[in-house]
């Protein structure tokens, strides 16, 4: 359940933790890591990043994971790919 406070005419949410087990499990850190979240959904995440440090470690670890992954596809240049540019700069 959310409930919503006012300080100085800004609006915070605060989710429990219900909510915070719904941004973990639902796939929305994997949307937002990989850059295809909603803007309602990624201001929805920041904000529960900034309350909950369980939802701010689980973005880390996606991210991570996303950089990992990445890593673990790369194909290197071949060996004259750099002379070649460098020749031609």
Known sequence: MRSTQTCYGIIFKF????DVKH????????MY???????EDV???EVA???YAEVHLA?????QD???YVFLQAIPPPPTLRDAVLRHS
């Open 15 to 18: 989710y429990s933790d219900v």
């Open 23 to 30: 941004f973990i499990s639902s796939g929305i850190i994997e």
């Open 33 to 39: 890591a990989s850059g295809l979240a909603s803007k």
């Open 43 to 45: 201001e929805k995440l």
């Open 49 to 51: 990043m900034q309350n």
């Open 59 to 63: 973005v880390v670890a996606c991210l």
């Open 66 to 68: 996303f950089e990992n």
